[in-house]
C-alpha cells in the first residue's frame, strides 16, 4: 500500500503532519523498534519492506495516547487514521530506521 499523496493529503488537512513533528523522537523510536521486530521475526533472508514495518505499527498506534488524543480532538472516529499515520512516520523516516 505505502504512503500514498491522498493519504499525506488527509494527514496534514488535520494537522498529522505538526503531530509527527512535535513528537518526532518517540516515533522514530517506536519505528526502530518495530523494524527491529519484523527483522528477527521474519524469514533470515527477508527483504523488510515499508509496508512490512508499517502494518507491524498500526496496532501500536490504534492505542497511543498522543495520537488517540489528536483524533479525539480533531473528531476523527475512522478507523483508517491509524493505518494513514503508520505509512506517513514509516515513509519521513525509512532512511533512519532501515
Not at 20 to 27: A, N
Request: no cysteine; hydrophobic share 40%; proline share 2%.
Amino acid at each position: 500500500m505505502g504512503l500514498t499523496v491522498k493519504m499525506q493529503q488527509a494527514l496534514e488537512g488535520y494537522g498529522l503532519d505538526l503531530l509527527f513533528e512535535e513528537h518526532r523522537d518517540q516515533w522514530l523510536e517506536a519505528a526502530k523498534r518495530t523494524h527491529t521486530f519484523v527483522t528477527v521475526s521474519f524469514p533470515p533472508d527477508s527483504t523488510i519492506r515499508r509496508d512490512d514495518v508499517a502494518e507491524s505499527m498500526i496496532s501500536m498506534l490504534e492505542v497511543n495516547e498522543e495520537l488517540q488524543n489528536h483524533l479525539l480532538l480533531k473528531k476523527l472516529k475512522q478507523k483508517y487514521w491509524a493505518t494513514y499515520f503508520a505509512h506517513y512516520i514509516v515513509d519521513n523516516l525509512w532512511d533512519e530506521i532501515s
